[in-house]
């Protein structure tokens, strides 16, 4: 194992440059027993340790004082069952490489976000999720998971064996332990058709229940100055959606795709959100002329790349999930409170809907949700526009991403959980000394004794 014990000024980031922090060591484990060794290594130093993932989360979750646990040399799949679907892959394990890998295997995972540069356990630990009413966020395609505890010991758990760690593991923040490898439940590779075009907003609206009841994978872009939206219905070839029995149009060819998502929805709106940031004046007419500029495609493809599509342009974002039945509301009031912001606002709302699930700190626990996602270019101000966001979102008893920028506390959280303290008493249980601290679980957990 390569541990530096303070390497003078080595700086963690993350990929938005909204969080930063100075680790006392880094770590790269590159087995099981290394990632217990290191643990252990903190505990008789009197540091704390935090797994990293990708960095990108927006939030601090994976910023610390003491130990960073890089987790690059920790990747692959280590078991594969088809007949079942159950995958067994290293924590460190990034999305893409992930989704490789599955498709070698004939496999892949029931749904996705809109990126793949993740590692497997940080996309999990924030509960990352993508898009369809009939499926929750990315945890709950987890059987099982094996931690490194703050003793250094291993536990496995699943819906069988320690259910209440399981429970609390699978979106656990990084508070309980190292996540070490997890069993996904995967599906047998398929196609999606991608059915993407500019519809008015408030059509979208009236038609929101439809739209998730009857596409696998529904979601739509609003730029907040503009009528139109961009409605996105990726529907599985073999599934209920309406592309069940539809001709089936070929994937985009590369030039098209080169094209489509790297020269126009990466440089060409990066060049756009550059003049913005430099005469902001120009941002509500700019954004409305890329409201105006959205256009339809059609196109089948392997499910992971229909899912997931370059972000090269940097952002800050904040996202909730509200009551499905509340997103009218939300989207009214942030049509009226965005032309009044001193700072316009560059980048499109993003909603998206996810079933309810039973894991104790998901977004998505015990309620069908709807999500609500904005940004703002990097460099632009935000946070008069995310302050807005967030009074309107408490209104309807929103629950921010763990990864996403939010400024709630446990005071503020524990409400909206109803399990909060259920997880809190694990955390006490399996982390007593708090070894997995860092001041962003102190503020969204609150104190660590109970
Ligand atoms: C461009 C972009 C697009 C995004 N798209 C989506 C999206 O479509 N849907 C969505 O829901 N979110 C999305 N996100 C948010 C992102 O999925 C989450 O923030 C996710 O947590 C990032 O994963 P990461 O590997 O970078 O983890 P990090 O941000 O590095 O870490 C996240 C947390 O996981 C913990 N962690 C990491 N590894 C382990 C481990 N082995 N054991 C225990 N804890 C661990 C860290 O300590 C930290 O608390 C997006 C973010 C960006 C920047």
Redesign the pocket.
Known sequence: MMTQPSPGRRVWR???GTATATPARWSRPRSEAEISAAVKDAVAAGLTV?????????TA??ATSGVALD?SGWTGVTAADTGTGLVTAR??TTLRALNAELAGLGLAMANL???D???L???L??????TGARLG?LATQVEALELVLADGSVATCSASSWPELFNAARV???AL???STVTLRCVPSFTLLADERPVPVDEVLDQFDELAADNDHFEFYWFPYGRKALVKRNNRLDGRGRAAGTPVPPALPAWRRFWEFEVMENAGFGALCRLGRASPRLIPALNRFSSSALSARTYADASDRVFVTP?RVRFA?SEYAVPRESLGHVIAELRRAVPGLADPVMFPVEVRVAAADDIWLSTGYGRESAYVAIHQYTGLPYQAYFDRFESIVAEVAGRP?W??LHSLDAGRLRPLYPRFDEFRRVRAEVDPENRFGNAYLARVLGPHDL
């Open positions: 993350n990929w938005a935090r797994a990293l993932g990708s960095g990108h989360s927006f979750a994976a987790l924590s460190g976000g809109d990126i540069a993740q590692t356990a940080g996309a630990s924030t509960g990352t999720h993508g966020g656990g923040l990084g332990g190292v996540i972000r974002e991403h990864g996403k």
